[in-house]
């Protein structure tokens, strides 16, 4: 094998820059991938097993960090560790200003559990990588009797090979289609469980016997369950609501249409839909209508078409120039939008292959995947073909319809017993301990409101105390928020100190303390902190140097910018603040040349 190495940092593809931006505590954007095997899982083992897939995929070793104008994976020397399961089921991974890893193994009895973010990979991505670490597992478990060590995949395949980013290698601007306006799809609208816990689903049935069923149709497995699932969220409709389509959401592995061994996502999707209520709504009219149109959208042609007008909006002279934060709310917005044109889900992660001789060792492998609305997922191992929907809804009754469709067709389902560990439920503590925050920073305010009122009324105290009660709030609702990366915390808390106390002054009759004294002490202590906090937690200068240079330039600038103005009249501390920060940024140029010039590289590539 060629010897694996990586990038330092790398872009993300065009599907990660969506999920980065649109994920969220409740939108989680992770997926789980599983294998249930026919004995009991061995938690050291199963670490032994990760250690050795993780030589052969690198690439999963990433955090998320944050340019000015896009996210990007940096190369972390992080290394995953192995733990029974502990919490819901495809709970959140990224936390913004965290640095963590984007996937995560656990264990419970006989189940391996492999959830990822999706930013990270798509399903063929983490089909690949549960495989390998399947393999390995049992192959350090039954080497003894005899179990031999095979390949999966192609011994020459490269980090590069598993880097590429097959959206920008056949991304053609000449070959883009036209944007057709799209219908409102109906929408699923059910009470959410309460705190929205994600509800889970599964069964499984017989690949034989849906193959059997779908040929005598003459279509393919995923026509033959996409009818089914449109039908059975017709049942749910109502004549009025019937004036809308029901649209389903079909990825679609683009690896099987453009050559690629990327691990990265790599995928586009199709979107399936049919309008009830014109007469023709039989289970064989909408399986009709979908065979056409799988056959006219399933096309080279076509799935060109729609990957290169998604890549184009990221590739837009004036918008890719567009800041983060803005581009983020923009993708957000979009998102919401496009939601209202798909009614669900419907994702075929196809067919999971294991060799013959670990195949006997294996149960069935399942995936799912968090979600807003409803969705469901297939793979097969074997005969077994395992569904699995996912929604945060209370009602089971488009699960009930679908299964009852497939009865109909000859297909019988068997259902999977839920199988969590009791204390695998969402953690809502931090939000809990937020809430009590604010809970009581309301009620010292409306309580000194009070206090005002009744005893001197006619002092208007009150004002300053909601004034004071809010900056208090802002400080240590950002030292809280920002808990996870305390050299950004810093830097918030320059900013929040530096132009609330101007704020303070100007409303107080602007006596000059806040530019004269205030703002030169809070520069100069941030950056003694920032130093302080990467020396104690060991941080090498790529993780320092864009708080540093924003810091030192902060503190220089706006000084300048007051003296130069006349606004500043005692200068001694404004002087001394800008002399020291600009040695401070001296020395990052003079001493860390080359990680400043990649930190900033990093931070504004676009």
Known sequence: ?????????????????????????????????????????????????????????????????????????????????????????????????????????????????????????????????????????????????????????????????????????????????????????????????????????????????????????????????????????????????????????????????????????????????????????????????????????????????????????????????????????????????????????????????????????IERFGVYTSTMRTELCVCSFGDTLSFAFTSRYDSTNIQRNFYRILKEQGIFVKKVEPDYPKGAKPNYEGKKVFQIFNFCCIAAVVLCIMLNLVLTPDLHWWIFAVAGGFSMWLAFATGYLKRYNLLKNAMWQLLIVSIGSILWDIFTGWHRWSVDLVLPLVCLIVEILMELIARIQSHPPKEYMIYYVMASVYSMVLPLILMATGVILYRAFAVICVGLSFLFFIRLLLFRKKEFKEEMYKKFHV
Not at 24 to 36: E, G, I
Not at 115 to 140: I, M, S
Not at 345 to 354: I, P
């Open 1 to 361: 094998m060629f010897q694996q190495r990586r990038a330092y940092w790398r872009n993300l593809d065009n599907a990660a820059k969506m999920f980065s931006a649109a994920s969220s505590p409740k939108d989680t954007r992770v997926f789980r991938f599983y294998c249930v095997l026919k004995e009991k899982i061995d938690g050291s083992v199963l670490k032994m097993a990760l250690d050795q897939t993780i030589q052969k995929y690198p690439v999963f070793l990433s955090v998320m960090r944050k340019g000015l104008f896009w996210h990007y994976l940096e190369k972390s020397d992080l290394r995953p560790i192995v733990r029974e399961e502990y919490k819901e089921p495809c709970s959140h991974l990224y936390i913004r200003d965290k640095k963590e890893l984007l996937f995560e193994v656990t264990y419970y009895k006989n189940r391996i559990n492999f959830e990822v973010f999706h930013a990270l990979t798509d399903g063929t991505g983490a089909t690949e990588f549960l495989r390998e670490l399947v393999k390995n597992y049992l192959y350090l478990m039954h080497e003894k009797d005899g179990l031999e060590n095979v390949i999966l995949t192609e011994q020459d395949l490269t980090v590069k090979d598993q880097e590429e980013d097959g959206f920008g290698r056949y991304y053609n601007p000449d070959e883009r289609g036209t944007r057709k306006k799209k219908n409102h799809a109906y929408q699923i609208r059910r009470e959410s469980k309460e705190y929205e816990e994600l509800q889970i689903g599964e069964t499984t049935a017989s690949v034989k016997e849906l193959l059997e069923v779908s040929r005598k149709h003459g279509v393919s497995m995923s026509v033959f369950l996409t009818a089914a699932m449109i039908c059975a969220i017709h049942e749910e409709q109502s004549k009025i609501q019937e004036k809308k389509p029901v649209i389903l959401m079909v990825p679609v592995n683009l690896r099987k249409i453009f050559p690629s061994d990327s691990m990265l996502n790599f995928f586009s999707y199709i979107e399936p839909g049919y309008r009830f209520g014109e007469g023709k709504d039989s289970f064989d009219d909408v399986l009709e209508a979908t065979k056409q149109y799988f056959e006219e959208n399933l096309s080279k042609e076509k799935i060109a078409e729609r990957m290169n007008n998604l890549i184009a909006y990221e590739k837009h002279k004036i918008l890719k120039w567009a800041p983060l934060e803005l581009k983020n709310r923009c993708i957000k917005m979009g998102a919401k939008l496009a939601e209202r044109e798909v009614t669900a889900v419907l994702s075929n992660m196809s067919v999971v292959k294991m060799p013959p001789e670990y195949a006997k060792y």
